[in-house]
């Protein structure tokens, strides 16, 4: 069937529910579970402050360049609370909500957007040991994807895949080619095309010609569906029947979540030099957080004083992952070498003494220079 | 004699590809984690053989047959490999194998490194690559110097049944991403003993297939042949069967630098051999090495016969670009006459 361009829908912008008035959706029943959604609001909010820091922390030369998530709250929490431990999770580089989910401590992601590889290099306490590290190269992350999932298949695993990428990702080979295999295969894989409208300054028109991205995976033989990206309740609700289905080896699935990037691309772009604040208020009205709050506050979840020690508890916990991030020392220089091959081609045994050489030459005898100058003077 | 009692020997008369053949057929036999995709590779034994046989003998989920798709053949392997598997993916032409150069530079190559050891792909790309058959456009190039730049990658290039098996065995074993190539003018031109014992031959090595006082001729591939006929010619009409050594670099990436600068040492004088174009040949990067570090050894100046930075030209003319017995004769002469 193709997919409409008809996002599923359960709450308003304003977080009411739409059955009464649209008729179409009973509330899954989950939304009984008062823990479950104020864990995700939690998330939710603790991503939001995560990014308002990290771009901070970018102003102030303590990172380097990153790619805020800031509307996409309620798509990449959904994601990571969706995924069991042991599914593996593939993703792009605008996930930062679904990689905390996952376990991952803060001082990691600002590691690795702080230019340091150890930021990849720790298992997620409450993800599988195969996610993946942060995709940069676009859409290259749903080849190898459907190759995890080829390889769960083959060990007669019962995982499911996660994969993520942008709209602009849609419109690349490697994602037509990884549906058109994930469809072949029969393979027990899920795409989220976070589709937040931008790729940098190309808006979604451009993109692409189809009315939906999610019509993408027709060609293939792959249900996909719309789902409004900025309602907690309808990705979460997506996700977990498309995760059970590939769990079930019934095959893989495609979500196109609609949102919209709130933010600039990364901290290197302005936003403002190819669109309309116009069209940014707008989308302020339609953000996921406030939706998500109106709605634990109509049902009696969450008060005034809930939400003050939540926003207190976030900058506690950035300030104590900031410290930590702060107080890694950099690896020492020949570090680059450790990890090119597991056996030593003899082939760079020069070049290791080169780069410790370059060191001495370029940093300690600077060092020492300048502490014997301040001695001087 | 062969004292390994789980691996007898088992000498079999096989050609180039019939020894790849035999060592998937072990390396599968022995390793369940090891699987192959490609495209022809199943019922269809590959379109040069090299897999004939293996489906059939290990499953079609062992043995893949994919979308004619290579971008995804190679981002599948390394996600495969990232999962626990050991994928070999064979390109069915060289001439075919850019549309993976993203997944094997931007992940399979730095996997280890971006992850700090937590994740590696250990895998295999295959490709039959080189000129000599009368391919179509496309079916001819030697870009192995392509990947010898990328750092993360092996490469390695067999010349022989007996190289092709052991290197390809080691390749499988090796757990970092290998570029295996295959010379095809060679795949069916000579069969000789292969002992099928399951032995791999050492990576990050060259072989020195003649030993010689004179003259260090370093080669690879498909030019091998030429090289091995030249030298025994050579060495037996001046009645000195120590005359020139070859070496077959085997190992484009990384190159065992020890070996050369052993035999420079010893002769002083290089010919070096391939039929890949010249400029940024891999051939640049071993006379460099010469330049830098043997310079006080060498005789005469480090000569390169190689193809030309041309396209290499359709098959009607592709014998004015390949490299003659002729061509590797007069250079080592010129060498040998020319002292600095």
Redesign the interface.
Known sequence: MMPHNNPLQYLSAEGEPLTERGGRHELPDFVNDQSLLLQAYRWMNLTRAFDQKAVALQRTGIIGTYPSSLGQEAISVACGMALAQDD?F?PYYRDHGSLLVRGNLMEHLLLYWGGD??G????AKAGS??D??IC??IA?Q??????????????QKRQAVLCTLGDGASSK??FL??L??AG??HLPVVFVINNNQWAISVPRHIQSGAPTLAQKASAAAIPSMQVDGNDFIAMYEALTEGLHRARQRKGPMLIEAISYRLSDHTTADDASRYRGQEEVDKAWKNEPIKRLQNFIFQRGYWDKKAEGCLQDDCQTQLEKSVQAYKSIEAEQPEAMF??????W????DDQVVTCGEKYKRNYLAAQQHSSGFNKGA | MNNNLENPDCFKQVSLVEAINMALDYAMSQDESV?MLGEDIGKNGGVFRATDGLQEKFGQ??V?D??L?E??I????????????K?IAEIQFMGFIYATL??LI??AARM?????????CPMVIRAPFGGGIHAPEHHSESTEALFAHI??L?VVIPSSPARAYGLLLAAIE???PVIFLEPKRLYRSEVHDVNDNGQALP??SCFTLREGEELTLISWGACIKECLAVVDQMNAESGNDKRIELIDLASIK?????TIAHSIKKTGRCVIVHEAAKTCGVGAEIAAYIAEHLMAYCKSPVKRITGFDTVMPYFRNEQHYLISELDIKAAIDESLSSDF
């Not at chain 1, 450790?338 to 056996?343: A, V």
């Not at chain 1, 081609?345 to 760079?348: D, E, G, K, M, Q």
């Not at chain 2, 190679?74 to 598997?85: H, R």
């Open positions: 593996v593939v590889e150890r990849s290099a720790y298992v040991a195969l993946m590290p940069v190269p290259t749903a080849s190898h994807a459907v190759g995890i999932a080829s390889a769960l298949k083959i060990q080979g490697d080619e990884a058109n295999l072949s295969w450790d990890y090119m091959y597991q056996t081609p003899a082939a760079l | 699987v989920a062992r893949m994919t979308p798709a971008t995804s190679a981002g599948a392997a390394v996600g495969m490999s990232v999962a626990g598997l994928p993203e997944h931007c992940h280890r490194n971006r992850t700090r050891g937590r994740l590696s750092p993360g092996r090796n757990p970092d990576l990050d990384p190159i065992d630098f020890a």
